[in-house]
């Protein structure tokens, strides 16, 4: 029977799904995990600037990947990293989030430990993390291999973050390999039939049928299969916010992004006068539902989640969602339906001497983005002003639109660089969000990553100025940075640029993509500019706000 050390299996096994690089902060009680990620010949360790920020990057790198993996000390340097672990949790984002414990010994003996709350509970912040993951679990000699295949199986089956911890003198005990890794989920194919029959049965008789494709098709990678199921049926097809990126925005059948009232007219017809409506994951949300302007009708809603079809009171257990859509692939009867053209996204602006403006940045963004880029925006103006705008298939866009952490999109840059090198990362990010985790520039730098980044400079925080009753108020300044000068403080090899201007703009984007170096675009436009639909949606999902 073969032997391994609890700590070899477990970071082969996390490698064995995908995982290359781990992201993380050293402290004296996560040594050993570290030493064996860089033990490892398939496995390699990125060191961040501080352990939220790990993070986050873990994150970015887990939507690229489909799973990442950030490593801690106990105590303070998880508690650090569980705001990005909650985000993952909120936005379904598979992260195994890796803890290195005290040894047993004092702990039996009841001593006080640092980095504890000295009150001898030392499974405290194991329970802290059951709240924000699907699994969570501190380890021992009798359940490693049990619980690290339980583990991961959560991560990769619901795509949710799980919290493993490993006390420091456990790591290299011998554990007896008794059984095989986990499988995938498998769908009851009993089950399957049925949802499947009753889904067609509904669909004969609609007229007006209707796909809305949301963020569960990007966590399990089935946006070729959502395509070619958008194609087989004719159906129309639309996402909502969080679904950004998962149908093709060129094709025929798209009618554009719905968000309520904050969507054009045209498309809102359309979508809330279907007669039958596919949705892949739905979650209304305030800004999925545009402040909850929404009328899409959910009596006509067949619900297809990520481990369950709910059509209208009955309810599918253990049908899968990759194997829903697998399915209706191969039984779909073509529509020929007359899909009437939507235009949307933003229309082209001129390059000038103009002052450089939110709106023009969000059109050139469109036109400069290619099929094989990454496309991270953060949380904020950059976020509301990307949504709207037509972005080429292959695309892969990134926002946390959900849980909306300001300073998530440049570890989240970080991450997705180093996920897939051979695609240009391109982030768009206000210098209000950027100031939280600007440190992990210097960490790009240092692995030889090359993003685009655009910080776009509009003296302080203005998405909470367009939210809150007094836009001037000084709670919402800023430090004032030169933000170009700080990137080259950073001592590596990059360009920087300051733009002012529409055509200056224009040609930094250019000369962006003429260097394979890591670009720093710094963009200056005025204190209250801001893209319609941040307004629209502000004005909406503000506190203020009467829903």
């Known amino acids: 029977m073969k032997t391994m050390n609890i700590i070899q299996y477990l970071i082969k096994r996390i490698n064995e799904l995908g995982v290359e690089e781990f992201f993380g902060v050293p402290g004296d009680y996560n040594f050993n995990l570290i030493e064996e990620v860089q033990n490892n010949s398939n496995t390699k360790w990125i060191g961040c ?18 799973l990442g993996a950030v490593v801690t000390t106990f105590g303070v340097g998880e508690l650090s990293a569980i705001n990005a672990v909650a985000g993952s949790y909120a936005e379904s984002v598979p992260v195994v989030k890796l803890v290195g414990m005290p040894k047993r010994k004092p702990i039996s003996d009841g001593r006080i430990m640092h980095h504890s709350l000295g009150d001898l509970n030392y499974e405290v912040f194991c329970e802290m993390y059951s709240k924000v993951t699907a699994h969570s679990v501190i380890l021992s000699v009798e359940n490693a291999q049990e619980e690290i295949e339980k583990a991961l199986s959560v991560a990769y089956n619901l795509k949710k973050p799980v919290y493993i911890g490993l006390y420091g003198d456990l790591c290299l005990e011998p554990i007896e390999i008794t059984t095989k890794p986990f499988e995938p989920n498998k769908t009851n194919q009993d089950t399957l039939n049925s949802v499947i029959n009753h889904i067609l049965s509904l669909l004969e008789e609609a007229k007006k049928p209707l796909i809305v494709s949301e963020f569960p098709i990007l966590r399990y990678g089935l946006e070729n299969q959502m395509q070619e199921f958008v194609d087989n049926s004719g159906f129309m097809a639309t996402t909502l916010a969080m679904g950004k990126g998962s149908i093709n925005e060129n094709s025929k059948n798209y009618i554009g992004l719905y968000c309520g009232d904050l969507t054009s007219a045209k498309t809102c017809e ?16 305030d800004f999925n539902s545009g402040g909850f302007t929404s009328r899409l009708d959910f009596t006509k809603v067949i619900d297809i989640q990520s481990n369950y079809v709910k059509i209208d009171d009955i309810e599918y257990k253990d049908v899968y969602i990759a194997d829903v859509l697998e399915q209706l692939n191969k039984k779909i009867i073509k529509k020929d339906l007359n899909i009437t053209k939507v235009d949307f996204g933003y229309a082209k602006e001129v390059a000038n001497d103009e002052d450089l403006t939110q709106s023009y940045i969000y059109s050139m963004m469109q036109d400069f983005l290619s099929p094989s880029d990454i496309f991270v925006t953060e949380t904020g ?32 840059c970080l991450g997705a660089s180093v996920a897939d090198r051979t695609k240009r990362v391109i982030m768009l990010t206000g210098e209000g969000s950027h100031q939280m985790t600007v440190q992990e520039i210097s960490t790009m730098l240092r692995y030889g990553v090359n993003p685009i980044i655009v910080v776009v400079n509009n003296e302080g925080y203005t998405i909470e100025r367009l939210l809150c009753i007094d836009p001037m108020e000084e709670y919402n300044d800023i430090a004032k940075w030169d933000y170009t000068k700080l990137v080259e403080a950073f001592d590596g090899k990059s360009l920087r640029l300051k733009v002012r201007t529409k055509k200056e703009f224009l040609e930094a984007l250019n000369s962006a993509r003429r260097t394979n170096e890591l670009v720093y675009i710094e963009a200056f436009t005025d204190i209250m500019d801001a893209p319609e639909f941040a307004c629209k949606l502000s004005d909406k999902c503000s506190p203020l706000a009467q829903f």
């Open 49 to 66: 600037c501080n352990e939220l920020n790990s993070g986050y990057a873990a994150d970015g790198y887990a939507r690229i990947k489909g």
């Open 270 to 285: 359309m979508v809330e006068s279907a007669d039958c409506v596919l949705g892949f994951g739905i979650l209304m949300t």
């Open 381 to 412: 103006l950059t976020s509301f002003g990307s949504i709207p705008s037509k972005i080429p298939h292959g695309v892969k866009f990134c926002s946390q639109t959900l849980w909306g952490s300001i300073g998530w999109g440049t570890p989240a």
